[in-house]
Every structure is written in C-alpha cells, then in structure tokens.
C-alpha cells in the first residue's frame, strides 16, 4: 500500500470521498433552506472535538455525538415557537465558544484547535480515509434509501403527509446525515467550512442541472473538482488546504453564473 | 358502510385561539361533500386536521385503515432551488410511467407540459398538475383544499365537471374547501357549513335553507344573487379601503352562528 503513504494521494481520496456525502445532502441544505442550520451544527462539532479530547473519547464519535444532540436540540426549540434563526444564531455561538474555552483547558489540543478550525487535509491517516469513506458511504446509503420520501418532504410537508410520509422522521434521517458529514467532514476543511462544502457545490450544480437528481450529483462532480484543485492550489502556492479548497470552490460558483441558468 | 375520515368531537387549538370546536363528521365512500364558511372559520384547519396534519386539541380523527389520499393543497410553494419538471413531480412520492403521466396531464386539461419547470407555471396550469398528481395515487378520497385559486370562471366550471367525472369514473369520494358556493352548492352531496363549529349540514338544499347558513352567507332574502354579493363582501374584508354598500352595511352580518363559543 505504498500509494497510501503517499499524504497527497490520501488527502485527495479523503476530500473526494467527502463529496460524496456533501453533493447530494448540500443539494438538500439549499433546498431546504437549511444553510444557517449546517453552520450551526458544524460549529457545535468544536465542542464535541474538545469534549472528546477531555475524556478521551474517539474523535469522531465524540464530535459525531455532540453535532447530532445540536442538531436535535435545535429542531426541538424551534418548534416550542422560538424563531430557528434566534435559536440558531444562539446555539450555534454558543457551542463554539463553549467549545473553544473547553479546548483551552487541554492541554496540547491548544495547539491543535487550528487544525479543527481550519481542517488540515494534508495530514488525514489511512484511519481517517477508511473513517470518511465509511461514513460518506453511510450517508450516501441513507440518502438513496429515502430519496423519494426526502424529496416528497421538501417539496411539500403537507403533501408528504397526505402520502403517508411522516415529514419529522425524513428531517431527523437529514439531521443525522448531516451530523456524520460534519463528523468526517471536520478533518478536511474545519468546522468553520463545512458548510461551504455543502452549500457552494450545490448552489453551482444549480446553474447545471434540470433534475434533483441531476443536481446532486453535478454537486459531487463540482465538490470533487474543488478538492482537487485546492490541493493543487493548496501544494503550489503553500496555501492552507481547507480554505484553498473552499475557495476553488467559490471560484466554480463564480464561473457558473456566467452560464444561463437552465430551467 | 363505513365512513372513509370521521371526525368525533374534534378541537383544534392555535396557541390560545380555539380554531374549531366540537366538529363531528363523516365522509363516506363516492359522496362530494363541500366545506363552506367565512374566512377565517376554520375550514383548511379541518381538512389539515383530517388528513393528519394538525393535532386535535381534544376529540378525534379515524381514518380507514390503508386510506389512500390525493391531496391538492391551497397553496404550494416550491423552491426555485429545487430543479424540478412537471414530469418528475408527478413521480412523487410514487413513481409513475410516462404513459400514466401523460394520460393524468390530458385529462385535467394541461397535455403536453411534462418537461415544463415546475416553478415557472402559471397558477392554474399548476392547480392542474396538482389535481393529476392526485389522481396519479389512485385515491378513494380526494381532498381539494380552495383547488379553483388561480382560476377563470370558465375553468372554475370545466374543474369541478372534472371533479364530478373522477368521482363517476373512480367512485373516489371527494371533500373540498370552496369559496365558489353558487357553484358548489349544485356540484356536491352534502355541504357543511362551518363556522369555527359545523353551524349546520345537509344537502345542498337542506343547508341553503338553514337559519344558520342565511346568518352567515344570506341575508334572509336569499337567491344566488345575493349570495354572490355576500361573498365579494368576504373576500374583500382585508382590505381597508373597502367601501360599505350602504345596501349590505357589514355590521348587519351576524358573523357566528346564533351561539358564541368564545
């Protein structure tokens, strides 16, 4: 497994796998209109990276643990007649601060915390490729299973209802998808992008696609373009990979408002 | 036979607000029954709250076991995010061929338009598709919540001929919300007339004759005129600028029915 000790091979299997898991489950934060919604739950994974630190916990079930119980607890306030963008802009905050004096308290992790802030794609292990393989196949798997019922549900709670579809279970199966994304996602490009990851390829696959289908996957297409270029980008000029990649990916954005928008 | 929904002693609340109190009843197989009442009596709530869709405060919804619903709601927004052709939302959340498709457009009167974007459809080119969308389910029942919103007069009319041909053609029995009561009142079975509680229910004769339903929509004098002058007043309540005819001073509209259930 040479090509595996290879840091460059393996960030780029590691940032492509995770399109996988943000193309289609992007396509559905945009449709949704879920995009404050994934910054938030990206943000409380600080929390869950410092709390696992602090009692030895693996990373990413810690980190898994603490996005999904953000991801509950806002959905749940939300419907006690909070408003979602206060509850969000709260819990959201809050959880990184909270994360951040945590991480204080650890020794070592201090020097770290950048590296979960920002990702560091460069320094991903086989461990951590087999991890976000896993888990971006296990939200792949969970989107496809669901695919009409999801798609039922975002186009019409109501109309989903009257089809015998419960529109609470297909938002907690998209919670949780987004929960493990943001778990594996957080090595890669930081808490504080992930959720460019998930809306930038999306809303470019927008421009492209005439189906959901379709724009789920021009979302893989366009995400595995940006990572690649990143790294690139990340290697020539000595730019932080997170970022870079991010950054390709807004310039793809860019690029595609010059097209026609189709349909 | 039994009844397709009933509704025993249903209450909805809305927070602090009573939406409906105490609603019995029923909808049985192949029957048109139509919901009357003012703005604001509750009348999406019931359906809402007989699909499913809103918990009864008190009081229950029975639905047959397996019932199978088409439902076409008041409103639909749909996301310009979202890619999606006529096509393939007919595919929702069951997926049918082209032909079935094809077939379901022709018959609610927009053939053709398939491969349309969903969001750029007119809204009674999309009031149809919602109505094809469904038949597509093969419902015993079809719930209709203000279906003829968007539409002309003329096709207000060829709606509910259609309306009364799926229900000959497939015996599913069909419950919908109108405002168009001189035209409801000769297309259904049964009308309810709801004002926050059923104020009264029958035939279409029946109820056009109750004391309750004059208090709200006639004014004693009744004759399809009148109503119809009743029902512009309602429509138009929201709006400020609204002149009272001196002929139809609001204030004479006894707005409950005889009892308050505040």
Known sequence: ?263 | MTSLISARGLSVRHGQTEVLVDVDMDIAPGEIVTVVGPNGSGKSTLIRALIGLEQAATGQVTRAPGLVIGYVPQKLFIDASLPLTVRRFLSLPHRVSDAEAQAALARTGVPGIDARPISGLSGGQFQRVLLARALLVKPRILILDEPTQGLDQPGTAAFYRLIAQVRHETGAAVLMVSHDLHVVMAASDRVICLNGHVCCAGTPRVVSEAPEYRALFGLGTGGAFALYRHMHDHDHEADAGHGNDPAHPHAAHPHSCAHDHA
């Open chain 1, 1 to 263: 497994m040479t090509m595996l000790d290879d840091f460059l091979i393996r960030a780029a299997l590691a940032g492509v796998g995770l399109t996988f898991a943000t193309g289609p489950l992007g396509s559905f934060v945009v449709w949704r209109r879920m995009a404050y919604f994934g910054d938030a739950t990206a943000h409380a994974a600080i929390l869950g990276v410092a709390l696992s630190f602090g009692l030895g916990m693996p990373f990413y079930a810690g980190t898994l643990l603490v996005a999904l119980t953000m991801a509950i607890a806002v959905t749940r306030l939300s419907r006690r007649g909070q408003s979602m963008d206060t509850v969000l802009g709260v819990i959201a905050h809050s959880a990184l601060a909270f994360g951040l004096v945590a991480a204080s308290f650890i020794s070592g992790l201090r020097v770290d915390l950048s590296a979960f802030l920002f990702g560091d794609i460069l320094t991903v292990g086989r461990g951590d490729v087999a991890v976000i393989w896993a888990g971006a196949a296990a939200v792949v798997a969970m989107l496809v299973w669901r695919w009409q019922r999801l798609l039922t549900a975002t186009v019409n709670e109501e109309l989903a209802q009257a089809s015998g579809i419960a529109p609470e279970r297909e938002r907690l199966f998209l919670t949780l998808a987004l929960a493990l994304t943001v778990a594996v996602a957080i090595k890669i490009v930081g808490a504080l992008l992930i959720a460019a990851m998930l809306i930038v390829p999306a809303a470019t696959a927008r421009r492209l696609a005439r189906s959901p289908e379709g724009m789920a996957l021009w979302a893989v297409a366009v995400g595995a373009a940006s990572v690649l270029a990143g790294l690139w980008a990340s290697l020539t000029w000595d730019t932080p990979g997170g970022p870079s990649i991010v950054a390709a990916s807004a310039i793809l954005f860019a690029l595609s408002c010059l097209i026609r928008a189709r349909s």
